[in-house]
């Protein structure tokens, strides 16, 4: 069955799935991949297999071989198969064995040396009955058996397979930032860090405070979390101020979105990121400066429509206006102080950041200081994504214990919710990888790949397109994301790109925002809570969401040009 055909099949079987029968996602996801995984043939899979581990020949001069490997493909010396892409439909096809022998640094020319370390091309010879040509691929016998027996595997062990290789991947991650969402909110840092940007800022510049905090609590909690606590801010400030009561609304939602959007270890950037190969510390290095142009034409628009469009703070059964006077008037000394409270959420984005830029100027040295390799080893210790957020989780846990009238049992129930939260949300988030997995199988990157734009920027615009679609669609931002970056990462990854992957990985973030209606939870959050009607909804947020989603495309396609990191 054709890829695309499957594709189509897998997307209306997630999307109606939700949709018409009310499925939860992770049912949905599961049910579209044992679906996809039932009508994909053995053979494509095979395909896909040696596309994925044969290594590319780049030249050749006389019998020697240059060998570029792309993201996650090893180079294996040894007793390897020559394969040749078919003339009618791009297949590889085996064409010889032979014996590959590595050529170590002393046998190259320096030429070579300059295009090994520049390019990351290995030089080698190939000893075969047929000679290599360029574009030829190798792949060592035991890869080939590997693939063999991927494909003889019945749709749930290919499902399963999909599903753990995600969990082992994200799974902590997502459980870890749990916690530390969690406990942010149970031992009132949360509100402290609120209250500290507002009063850095100052209340003439509540809309920005408001922006920055929930960008900031956006990184660790989710969406609809962080709204509900920073919702009753909102209305207090403007019983005191007397004004500005959508503009409150609206920063509060531009800072919050964007985070869960962009910045991992949110679930639905942390999955895009890992199926695309971008590190984690450089994604949320470069969502964290996306997401400062996208809150800042969320912040304008929330300017231009809070002078037209008057929201009154209209009467809500969550809290009565003496609450919120209370919540305003209330101390910072009655909270954990600033430094603590935002200690869970600096600690794993300078240790996932500063890892990553660690490694970049320890890789691009020529020659390392004694200082830069005894602290290595710590470093990529420290760097892991699941250390950083464990160590995250310590912190905010300690900071829970340490609140006035703590006890272990409540802390116990905090972490123990938490957990259940994580639960759901590492099995949607799975299911979505055990999609992708089966999506690829398929051979779907060679059969779209040259239905797309042919310029450097489709694969972000098409990302982001059917990330837009989906949520449209069917109403769930991490969805949409899963299965966007499922159609688009195969065809990443067979691509010669000019830019870093990253961009991709937040185009598709960003496709995530449009379009806010009805069938999103997070709508009807903001409306009940807010005291928005459905009209006001679509003509404020909606439209917002819609800006900020276009800015961080353009951002994306413009920063692809002039900083393409590669």
């Not at 080698?124 to 290599?132: A, D, F, N, Y």
């Not at 030829?136 to 003889?152: G, K, L, V, W």
């Not at 753990?164 to 916690?179: D, P």
Request: charged content about 15%.
């Amino acid at each position: 069955m054709s890829p695309i055909l499957l594709l189509l099949i897998g997307m209306v079987i997630v999307v109606g799935s939700i949709l018409i029968f009310r499925l939860h996602a992770f049912l949905a996801l599961i049910l579209g991949s044992l679906i996809v995984a039932a009508f994909t043939e053995k053979e494509a899979v095979y395909h896909h297999c040696l596309n994925s581990e044969a290594v590319r020949i780049t030249d050749v001069v006389s019998d020697r071989v240059a060998l570029k490997a792309s993201k996650n493909q090893k180079i294996i010396s040894g007793s390897i198969f020559l394969l040749r892409p078919n003339d009618s439909d791009g297949k590889l096809e085996e064409i010889s064995v032979g014996v590959l022998t590595l050529l170590p640094p002393s046998n190259l020319s320096e030429e070579e040396k300059t295009f090994e370390k520049e390019l990351g091309v290995r030089y080698g010879e190939i000893s075969s009955e047929v000679l290599p040509k360029i574009k030829d691929r190798i792949i060592h016998h035991t890869q080939i058996n590997e693939a063999r027996s991927i494909s003889s595997r019945n749709i749930a062990q290919r499902v399963g397979s999909g599903f753990g290789s995600t969990c082992l991947k994200i799974g902590i991650m997502i459980a870890m930032a749990a916690i530390v969402g969690q406990c942010l909110m149970r031992s009132g840092a949360a509100e402290r860090i609120v209250l500290g940007i507002r009063n850095l800022l100052g209340e003439k510049n509540a809309p920005v405070a408001f922006i920055a905090s929930g960008f900031t609590l956006g990184i660790p909690v989710f969406f609809e979390t962080v709204f509900y606590l920073m919702m009753p801010l909102g209305k207090a400030m403007h019983l005191k101020t007397g004004r500005n009561y959508l503009l409150y609304i609206l920063t509060i939602i531009a800072g919050g979105t964007m985070a869960h959007s962009l910045v991992p270890p949110t679930p639905g950037p942390l999955f895009v990121a890992y199926e695309l190969g971008v590190d984690i510390g450089l994604a949320i290095i470069c969502g964290t400066v996306v997401g400062v142009f996208t809150t800042a034409s969320g912040y304008v628009w929330a300017r231009f429509i809070s002078t037209r469009i008057i929201i009154p703070l209209r009467e809500s059964a969550d809290f009565t206006k003496a609450q919120l006077k209370a919540m305003m008037d209330r101390k910072a000394e009655e909270l954990p102080g600033l430094l603590s409270s935002v200690l869970p959420i600096l600690i794993p984005l300078f240790l996932l950041a500063g890892g990553t830029v660690f490694s970049l100027l320890f890789a691009n040295m020529e020659v390392q200081p004694a200082w830069m390799l005894t602290i290595d080893p710590l470093i990529r210790v420290l760097g892991n994504k699941d250390i950083a957020l464990t160590v995250a989780a310590v912190f905010s846990i300690v900071l829970l214990a340490r609140r006035p009238g703590s006890t272990k049992e409540s802390v116990a129930q905090s972490i123990q919710g938490a957990i259940a939260d994580a639960g759901v949300i590492v099995l949607i988030t799975c299911a979505g990888g055990a999609f992708g997995h089966v999506l690829r199988q398929t051979g779907i990157a060679g059969s779209i790949e040259n239905s797309l734009p042919a310029t450097e920027s489709g694969l972000m615009i098409v990302g982001f397109l059917i990330c837009m679609i989906v949520r449209t669609a069917q109403g769930s931002s991490t969805v949409a994301m899963i299965t966007a970056v499922g159609v688009i990462a195969p065809i990443a990854a067979a691509s010669a790109l000019t830019y870093h992957p990253v961009y991709i990985a937040i185009a598709i973030g960003c496709g995530s925002k449009p379009i806010s209606w009805m069938n999103d939870s997070g709508f009807w959050v903001i409306s009940k809570m807010s005291g928005m009607t459905e009209s006001e909804m679509l003509k404020t947020n909606t439209v917002m969401g819609i800006i900020m989603a276009v800015t961080g495309l353009i951002v994306c396609l413009i920063g692809s040009r002039i900083f393409p990191m590669v």
